[in-house]
Structure formats: structure tokens, C-alpha cells
């Protein structure tokens, strides 16, 4: 188990940008993967990206191009940066570590607002 602060979260106006970090309480170098997810108003939480401990990314359509996670394990910190935010991007956003399918461990969420 480990567990995550999130941070970097904010107001914005639409195209500009933020970046999110998340610090884990322990080494991410032996979890499967890290991910970012986020959950819109009144709808469910979603996958915005993910990469492994191998360093391969994923990210979720709408993230192309404008969003990029990376990590720094020495710091045991995983990072989402977003540009040209969108008001449809609004939510909170949450890190995740992926142990397995069915066994993650979450943060507590920073929430992003864009403004139109």
C-alpha cells in the first residue's frame, strides 16, 4: 500500500495550463504503473493517462497532445502536465497507483476548473 498527495490543481482560463504532481509515501519504482484520473461533475471518474514502471505511457484520447504524465522516481513524485485546457476539462483529478487491476491505492483528489 502506499499513499498519495496530490497537488497543482487550480482555476485556469481555457488554453492555459497546469501542472499536477503527485508524491507517494514509499519508492513508485516496484508499482506495476501510475496513473491520473479524473471525474467531471456528475459523471464517473475517468483514465486520463498512465505509465508504467518501464516508463511506457498511455493516455486517453482526449489527452492526446495536450497532456503528458511523467515521473521523477528518485522523488517518488509522478507528474501530469495539461495545456490547453479546455472548460471540459474541469474536475478532480486523482492519482493513482496501479498495483493491479483490482488493486490500487487512490489520493484524495485536487480539483482543476477551466473557465470559458
Known amino acids: 500500500q502506499v499513499q498519495l498527495v496530490e497537488s497543482g490543481g487550480g482555476l485556469v482560463q481555457a488554453g492555459g495550463s497546469l501542472r499536477l504532481s503527485c508524491t507517494a509515501s514509499?519508492?513508485?519504482?516496484?508499482?506495476?504503473?501510475m496513473g491520473w484520473y479524473r471525474q467531471p461533475p456528475g459523471k464517473r471518474r475517468e483514465l486520463v493517462a498512465a505509465?508504467?514502471?518501464?516508463?511506457?505511457?498511455n493516455y486517453e484520447d482526449f489527452a492526446k497532445g495536450r497532456f503528458t504524465i511523467s515521473r521523477d522516481n528518485a522523488k517518488n513524485t509522478v507528474y501530469l502536465q495539461m495545456n490547453n485546457l479546455e472548460p471540459e476539462d474541469t474536475g478532480v483529478y486523482y492519482c493513482?497507483?496501479?498495483?493491479?487491476?483490482?488493486?490500487?491505492?487512490w489520493g484524495q483528489g485536487t480539483q482543476v476548473t477551466v473557465s470559458s
Open positions: 514509499r519508492s513508485i519504482l516496484s508499482i506495476n504503473a
Open positions: 493513482a497507483a496501479l498495483h493491479t487491476l483490482v488493486n490500487i491505492d
Open positions: 505509465i508504467t514502471s518501464g516508463g511506457h505511457t
